[in-house]
């Protein structure tokens, strides 16, 4: 069985543009998590999707969205871009929505962006 | 979504020393509590997790307790290895999972 994939694994690009980060689940999983992880500090809650809606919001500007695929892949995206958006990005899946039901959340290997 | 504080921030031990990992939580509805360990360049993988109606849990070298009453649980890292350098992240999901700020661990040979 393949592990949460995540893709690009690297990406740089331009202050002001956008860009949209992707992740395919664990199959089964219905729950996709998104964190940005800065280095040196620990994965900041974005976005929770689950059953394809917004379940939970960081704290995080609009210029972030994602959406949840009938697959249950999900993106990322992130517009106008400033240096600050550097980090890696990783998403997370899991069977149910974490929490309530307990399931485990397991990670992706990320997507490291740079934006210069 | 649960916010947890984790401490301490930098734990330094001699190789075959106990580490103890402590976060706090405010949410009295969260049951389930599990700790990641991230190395570096790697993703966080989940290395051990407890839930509500148990008061410990152990797996070979590591060991997780949760007081409810108290609303903390700590993670315990006996006979450590080098190979137990690493950041360590805690949660308390209960709508979403977020993380404690995380410790770095390290173990001196």
């Known amino acids: 069985d393949a592990g949460v994939t995540q893709s690009p694994t690297h990406l740089i690009k331009t202050r002001g543009q956008h860009v949209t980060l992707r992740c395919s689940p664990i199959?089964?999983?219905?729950?996709v998590s998104w964190y940005q992880q800065v280095l040196g500090q620990g994965p900041q809650f974005i976005f929770q999707?689950?059953?394809?809606?917004?379940?939970g919001r960081g704290n995080f500007p609009d210029r972030f969205s994602a959406r949840q695929f009938p697959n249950y892949s999900s993106e990322l995206n992130v517009n106008a871009l400033l240096l600050g958006d550097s980090a890696l990005y990783l998403c997370?899946?899991?069977?149910?929505?974490?929490?309530?039901?307990?399931?485990?959340?397991?990670f992706g290997q990320g997507t490291r962006l740079t934006v210069v | 979504g649960e916010n947890v504080e984790q401490h301490p921030s930098t734990l330094s031990v001699q190789e075959g020393d106990s580490a103890v990992i402590k976060c706090t939580y405010s949410?009295?509805?969260?049951?389930?509590f599990p700790w990641y360990k991230q190395e570096l360049g790697k993703r966080p993988q989940l290395i051990i997790d407890?839930?509500?109606?148990?008061g410990e849990k152990k797996d070979q070298r590591i060991a997780v307790t949760l007081n409810k009453t108290a609303k903390h649980f700590s993670l315990h890292i006996t006979e450590t290895q080098p190979e137990d350098s690493a950041v360590y992240f805690c949660?308390?999901?209960?709508?979403?999972?977020?993380f404690g700020a995380g410790t770095r661990l390290t173990v001196k040979p």
């Open positions: 997370a899946s899991s069977l149910f929505r974490t929490g309530g039901a307990g399931t485990e959340a397991f």
């Open positions: 199959s089964g999983h219905k729950s």
């Open positions: 999707y689950y059953e394809k809606e917004e379940r």
């Open positions: 949410d009295s509805a969260s049951n389930y």
């Open positions: 407890i839930r509500s109606n148990v």
């Open positions: 949660a308390a999901p209960n709508n979403d999972m977020r």
